[in-house]
Nanobody, 117 residues
Framework: QVQLVESGGGLVQAGGSLTLSCAVS????????MEWYRQAPGKQRELVAT???????NYTDSVKGRFTISRDNAKNMVYLQMNSLKPEDTAAYFC???????????WGQGTQVTVSS
């Protein structure tokens, strides 16, 4: 059974930083594209960042230059470094495999990020 456990969220002032972690079990991330999503109250889940199996990152325009996605295949972990946080970044953040996200499977509980102005 694939499990994804997100952590590292919290309450931070605008301009602050947080690093989110995603611990994966039940499947190896090594050959997979991994993604971070977020969902704000009353809104649809939004793709934030993607990292391919060879490390190539992509970001949604609203976080480019502020967020950095990374991976540690040996630890089966995915990370999201978030800098210069804005109140509009407030959301629950989730990680997933690209293939499972598209299939609507194996979503974890997420980690809440709240940015105060």
């Amino acid at each position: 059974q694939v499990q994804l456990v997100e952590s590292g969220g919290g309450l931070v002032q605008a301009g602050g930083s947080l690093t989110l972690s995603c611990a994966v079990s039940g499947a190896m991330i090594r050959t997979n594209t991994m993604e971070w999503y977020r969902q704000a109250p009353g809104k649809q889940r939004e793709l934030v960042a993607t990292i391919t199996s060879v490390g190539g990152p992509n970001y949604t325009d609203s976080v480019k230059g502020r967020f950095t996605i990374s991976r540690d295949n040996a630890k089966n972990m995915v990370y999201l470094q978030m800098n210069s946080l804005k109140p509009e970044d407030t959301a629950a953040y989730f990680c997933n495999f690209l293939v499972y996200a598209r299939a609507g499977r194996y979503w974890g509980q997420g980690t809440q990020v709240t940015v105060s102005s």
